[in-house]
């Protein structure tokens, strides 16, 4: 049976860290959060955000705008934000609504308060090896896999997805490590026998259970990214975790995995942001 890597426990330690940076600090951090419209998964991880920003001091901005804003109002607010000394992050909640173009909404935001990491700038930065602002869950990911002491150089690491998000990030920041990296997606041929082949297993497809449990190698590290609402309300992960819990040597739950751990490097980001950018 699988040790469990507990994301909640840890990413409370990391926002007990970071609140206690923050308290000897002269200003707090802020963070401005921008909704465009009612989704209802929106909504509550921007409530979540804000109740984290809470808890470890970081003033947080919400603009709430409707779903018919036009893209040149949302680009205006941004123009204002990246100008604001009292903003270190600045983070629009995606998706947007369909008449926008998210590409050109993220690029607007400077690439100094991205703190969700997703500018063409800060993944030009990832990409070639430089210090920037790195994405969220990419981030929340390596940390659940150090928690496991696990090694890293020369190991097999097999990525299921290839999101700007969380898959292509996810494979650098593995290379970078020096792991071999595999990225599978809809279109690969015999997955179960890749995965088959690996020491890390990071999940990030997006459809519940799509990991079968005889595919983890024993000793495997699985961290699965998927949060997938089922008919019955329940939630389930991209991995069959009763049947992997059986081979892996360390898998992270559904929830309490990968999803606190979003949210904890998001506060780290926007204190990177302020202590980077600030002038004290
Ligand atoms: N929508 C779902 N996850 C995220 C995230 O990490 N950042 C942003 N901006 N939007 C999201």
Redesign the pocket.
């Known amino acids: 049976m699988s040790n469990i890597i507990d994301g909640k426990e840890i990413a409370r330690k990391i926002r007990a860290e970071i609140k206690s940076k923050i308290a000897s600090k002269k200003n707090a951090p802020g963070l401005a959060v921008v909704i465009v419209g009612n989704d209802p998964a929106?909504l509550i991880?921007v409530k979540n955000k804000k109740a984290a920003c809470e808890e470890v001091g970081i003033k947080s901005f919400e603009y709430n705008l409707p779903e018919n804003t036009k893209e040149d109002e949302l680009l205006s607010i941004i123009g204002k934000l990246n100008s604001d000394k009292n903003i270190h992050g600045i983070?629009?909640?995606?998706?947007l609504p369909k008449h926008m173009d998210s590409q050109k909404i993220i690029s607007a935001i400077g690439p100094e308060k991205d703190v969700?990491g997703?500018n063409p700038v800060n993944a030009g930065r990832l990409f070639s090896g430089q210090p920037g602002l790195r994405?969220?869950?990419p981030l929340g990911i390596m940390e659940l896999i150090n928690s496991t002491g696990v090694t890293l150089t020369g190991a097999n690491a097999v990525v299921i997805g290839r999101s700007n998000?969380v898959g292509k990030p996810i494979a650098v920041m593995l290379l970078e490590k020096h792991a071999t990296v595999t990225i599978c997606h809809s279109k690969t041929l015999d997955i179960a026998n890749i995965v088959r082949r690996a020491d890390i297993v990071v999940a990030a497809l997006g459809k519940p259970e799509f990991i079968k449990g005889d595919w983890i190698k024993k000793g495997a590290v699985v961290i699965d990214v998927g949060i997938n609402r089922l008919d019955s309300k329940k939630i389930a992960g991209d991995v069959d975790f009763a049947a992997a819990s059986k081979n892996a040597a360390w898998i992270t739950p559904v929830p309490g995995g990968v999803g606190p751990m979003?949210i904890a490097m998001?506060l780290k980001n926007t204190l990177k942001s302020y202590e980077t950018y600030t002038v004290i």
Not at 91 to 95: A, D, F, I, K, S
């Open positions: 929106s991880y983070l629009v909640q995606l998706p969700d997703f994405p969220c869950t998000t979003t998001l």
